[in-house]
């Protein structure tokens, strides 16, 4: 009897452990395939970046996107509206989630799966071509610099403040500064730019939380000493070794806050910074500097804005690509960038038009550039029927 007692607890143990192994390979297919049984396509947004991705309460309404707006993101809701709305479609009655990203960080998100897709002012690059897929072009913009009136500039040389503010993470810092540098710009300042582009520039592409938390402190630390204030960035420094940088206005060397050329997380951040008189230049999208300083009460006419772009840059929605199969990918990943692509192809066409109409929409009256226009008439060659 005792025996038979101690087989049927053996058997007892052996099935329950049965039991816990086939409980964690459940688990560690869902871990290898995040939110595979998920009917959710996560789309990354930035709520900064006026007049092509924006917060906006007058979209909370919205079944798709909710809560956003702009050029670029009432382009991917019609189409996501049109994809999730298509009973004969694969992604029909799935659920689109605006997910808010930062402009540092949005591709690291896109690369690590916690968005399926990123919609906003995205460049392409042949450098983003490797990682990412792309959808069709929807967008020419380029880069150029706003820079505070000549009455606002140092008249001291121990005036240290921030010379050049930017975007991380964004062609602005790399596209934007060479072009700024081989046309000469900025006058005084032409050999910061020089010096900087010259500094050596770290493998690692962004910074870490415990980084993040530090940096943070430090500046509330000097909000509360009263160190911040007019005429002081509260951006970052854009690169930690800028102490061999000589600057014309600052002679005795950047021994206290950021040096010459700082970044920021939003563009906000940066032109609040420029109209205050705590950054000199401020790098980016001509058309989101545009928005930016005419929407700021502080800029007040006290900036000037660089007309003409110094760059090409063509927008796009970026989808996930991975260099595994299998590896950390939804399994419909590469069916929602080529269905996406597909619909997007339609509405592109005379009889939705969506660039023109969607342009018209946001830009109100501003009428498109010549070249513009002819960018958003290349799509319109399929024939009506």
């Known amino acids: 009897m005792r025996s ?4 049927l607890y053996r058997i007892s143990c052996f099935l329950l452990f049965l039991l816990f192994v086939s409980s964690c390979k459940v688990q560690a297919a869902e871990d290898w395939l995040p939110r595979a049984y998920e009917k ?19 979209k909370s309404g919205e079944d798709v996107l909710k809560g956003y707006g702009g050029y670029m993101v009432e382009i991917c809701r019609r189409v996501l509206s049109t994809m999730v709305n298509d009973f004969d479609g694969p992604f029909a009655g799935y659920k689109v989630i605006p997910r808010p990203v930062k402009a540092t ?7 690590s799966a916690r968005i399926d897709i990123l919609c906003g002012p995205n460049s392409i690059t ?19 610099y706003v820079r505070v009136k000549d009455h606002m500039l140092p008249r001291t040389k121990s005036d240290c403040r921030a010379i050049i503010g930017l975007l991380a993470n964004t062609t602005a ?4 500064l060479r072009e700024i540098s081989e046309r000469g ?16 520039v770290s493998d690692d592409s962004g910074i870490s939380s415990v980084e993040t938390i530090q940096r943070l402190g430090v500046r ?5 000493e009263g160190d911040i204030g007019s005429g002081q960035s509260s951006g970052d420094n854009a690169v930690e070794n800028q102490s061999s940088i000589k600057v014309p206005s600052c002679t005795d060397g950047y ?8 970044v920021y997380e939003t563009h906000k951040e940066g032109i609040e910074d420029l109209c205050n008189g705590g950054v000199l230049f401020y790098v980016g999208d001509i058309d989101i500097l545009r928005s930016r300083i005419n929407s700021n009460r502080n800029c007040d006419d006290k900036q000037d804005l660089h007309h003409e772009t110094l760059t090409s840059e063509a927008y796009a929605v970026y989808f996930f690509r991975s260099d595994r199969i299998g590896y950390r990918a939804r399994p419909q990943q590469s069916l929602l960038f080529t269905e996406f692509n597909n619909e997007l192809m339609q509405k592109l066409q005379r009889i939705e038009g969506i660039l023109d109409y969607e342009f018209s929409r946001e830009f109100r009256d501003t009428p498109p550039s010549e070249e513009l226009s002819r960018f958003f008439a290349a799509y319109q060659f399929i024939k009506d029927q």
Not at 126 to 144: A, H, Q, W, Y
Not at 185 to 200: C, N
């Open 4 to 7: 038979l007692k101690m087989y």
């Open 40 to 58: 959710t396509i996560v789309v990354g947004l930035r709520d900064d970046s006026r007049p092509f991705s924006y917060a906006s309460s007058a």
């Open 105 to 111: 960080e949005r591709f690291s998100d896109l690369k």
């Open 126 to 144: 042949m450098e983003r071509l490797k990682d990412f897929n792309v959808s069709l072009p929807l967008f020419l913009s380029g880069i150029t």
């Open 173 to 176: 810092q790399t596209d934007g």
């Open 185 to 200: 710009l900025l006058s005084i300042y032409d050999s910061v730019v020089e010096q900087f582009l010259a500094l050596p």
């Open 220 to 224: 509330i630390k000097k909000y509360v």
């Open 255 to 262: 021994k206290t806050g950021p040096g010459p050329v700082v």
